[in-house]
């Protein structure tokens, strides 16, 4: 089941320059959150700080509360065990070239020690099925590579890795970006049935994919958050000035 | 092409320059056949005078015995080609970890002052003449155990391995998107793990191609085992005792005054080069074989 975020005053560095500003917003559990806003305005460092991601980017700092449910992101827990609560998808569908698809999915247990056969076979099925590839994928998990797939089955495949461990959240940087229109439409209604299990927080540049998917919305702009709200308040009558501007294509 | 050329207004003129064009394209594939052609022309020439001078004595004899005293006919390079084989998996097992190792904290963890100190003197340590790498071998080795050795011997050999193998890892890895690097991360996966299992693994074969590189290279070096290995003319199988290898007996029969000595000299190199071929050819192989469509 996926857990609500509490964020708290966030504040991220890379190196002197200040990407995020003093971030505040509740995420609630089991819905989908959309960040929008123009490039470099800080929703893609914002959403690697959930995961403390960012901070592996040489002189990168955060500061600030985040909580995944009951836990403290920023206290307490290494990044690592962090990260297998909480699935990321990438801008561009990077599945692991050298692995079939069977071993690209299991990845994210096998490399941390899990290796029961049968139970492996069970969740590597399970995850395709819940990302909507087994079908397309079924006879050749163990024979195709990963990076033999379409781009579309590409991201697929790294949504199944990322169900995979069972995440209580995904995060999902720009997941559509890198792929056509088809494929979108399939990962947007994937989307839409993943809600049920997981708190799912997205990045995207494109505000119809946004209010899709989205119940919550939040725009970003120079490193703050300008709004934040039920995404049909957002796209039909926005609080702030900034926010109706680039939501009625004015800049951005 | 013919018909875009018929649609052109001034023919001619579109003629002429298609002509200069084709002349072009024709000399430029000339060109890149020609330099191919240099290149392998003096490996094939090598190849096929090895094969013409030595294949005549290899037989069995040269393949099993242990070298005849000097003026005798017949006898073989068995022992020094058995030494050459302990000889060069002591340096393989030497410098491949240490080369992986280092060319791993290089890429991974190297972007700092430490890292570009290693990097500038495994640069330096790679244009160092055998010879010079013989004689620390020599000093940190042989005049400890009192006698010389394969272990020597291994030791000087996995001193050349090591730069190449740690520079060419590092190449490879740097070469590995940071995205797949991300991906292992965003799974929870610890960054040891990431490293080993997923960046190294996604560059094998260009990690294989550098040990191979490095291998060869110092499969056929005579310099460092002189005051090393030194050469032997019987069996051992002992690491601290002298031992034969090909190159120095090659070295050795090369420069005597015997007719024998010298055709075993070139069947000796013969071997030497069809073990190398070998050897590279069957890790490649069983590399291709352990790893699924690498791109």
């Not at chain 1, 971030?23 to 914002?46: E, Q, R, V, W, Y």
């Not at chain 1, 989307?191 to 946004?210: D, E, G, P, R, S």
């Not at chain 2, 003629?15 to 000339?30: C, G």
Request: glycine content about 10%.
């Amino acid at each position: 089941m996926g857990v609500g975020i509490h964020v708290e005053k966030l504040n991220a560095w890379y190196g002197t320059t200040q990407a995020l500003h003093e971030i505040g917003l509740d995420m609630a559990a089991n819905h989908a959150t959309a960040l929008i806003g123009p490039s470099g305005c800080g929703k893609s460092t914002f959403i690697r700080c959930l995961n403390r991601m960012h901070e592996t980017t040489p002189g990168a700092r955060v500061e600030g509360k985040v909580e995944i449910g009951q836990l403290d992101a920023y206290d307490g827990i290494s990044p690592t065990l962090l990260r297998r609560r909480i699935g990321m998808v990438f801008q561009k569908p990077n599945p692991f070239p050298t692995m079939s698809i069977y071993d690209n999915v299991a990845a994210g247990l096998k490399l941390n020690g899990y290796n029961k056969r049968r139970e492996l076979d069970e969740i590597v099925e399970r995850s395709l099925v819940s990302s909507a590839l087994w079908e397309e994928v079924k006879d050749s998990i163990h024979k195709k590579s990963g990076a033999s797939l379409s781009g579309g089955q590409q991201q697929r495949l790294c949504i199944a890795r990322a169900l995979a461990v069972e995440p209580e959240v995904l995060l999902m940087d720009e997941p559509c970006s890198a792929l056509d229109p088809i494929s979108t439409g399939k990962i947007e209604e994937l989307i839409f049935q993943l809600k049920a299990q997981y708190t799912i927080v997205i990045v995207t540049h494109n505000m119809q994919q946004a209010a899709r998917v989205a119940e919550y919305t939040g725009f970003f702009l120079l490193g703050r958050l300008v709004e934040f709200d039920k995404t049909e308040k957002i796209f039909t009558n926005p609080s702030d000035k900034r926010t109706e501007d680039y939501i009625t294509g004015r800049f951005g | 092409m013919v018909s875009l050329r018929g649609a052109m207004p001034e023919k001619n003129k579109q003629l002429e320059i298609s002509l200069w064009r084709r002349l072009k394209d024709h000399f430029a594939t000339l060109f890149a056949i020609t330099t191919v052609v240099l290149v392998l022309a003096p490996l094939i020439a090598i190849f096929g005078y090895l094969v013409f001078k030595g294949i005549g004595s290899i037989n069995f004899a040269f393949l099993t015995q242990t070298p005849k005293p000097p003026g005798e006919i017949g006898g073989g390079m068995a022992n020094a080609i058995a030494g050459s084989v302990l000889i060069l998996a002591i340096a393989s097992l030497l410098g491949v970890p240490l080369g992986i190792g280092a060319g791993i904290y290089l890429s991974e963890f190297g972007r700092n002052r430490v890292g570009d100190m290693i990097r500038f003197v495994s640069d330096v340590l790679n244009g160092v003449p055998s010879i010079v790498i013989g004689i620390v071998a020599y000093a940190i080795v042989v005049l400890r155990q009192k006698h010389f050795s394969a272990l020597a011997g291994g030791v000087a050999l996995a001193i050349m391995m090591i730069p190449t193998i740690a520079r060419t890892t590092e190449e490879m890895l740097l070469l590995v998107p940071n995205a797949y690097r991300e991906a292992a991360y965003g799974l929870g996966v610890p960054r040891w793990r990431t490293t080993l299992s997923i960046v190294l693994r996604t560059a094998t074969s260009g990690v294989i191609t550098g040990v191979m590189l490095a291998f060869a290279r110092v499969a056929g070096e005579t310099a460092p085992l002189l005051f090393t290995a030194f050469g032997n003319q019987f069996w051992n199988w002992k690491l601290d005792e002298p031992t034969a290898a090909l190159p120095l007996q090659i070295f050795t029969y090369a420069i005597s005054p015997y007719d024998d000595w010298h055709r075993q000299a070139w069947a000796g190199a013969l071997v030497l080069i069809v073990l190398i071929v070998g050897a590279v050819s069957a890790v490649r192989f069983v590399v291709r074989r352990g790893t699924l469509g690498a791109a």
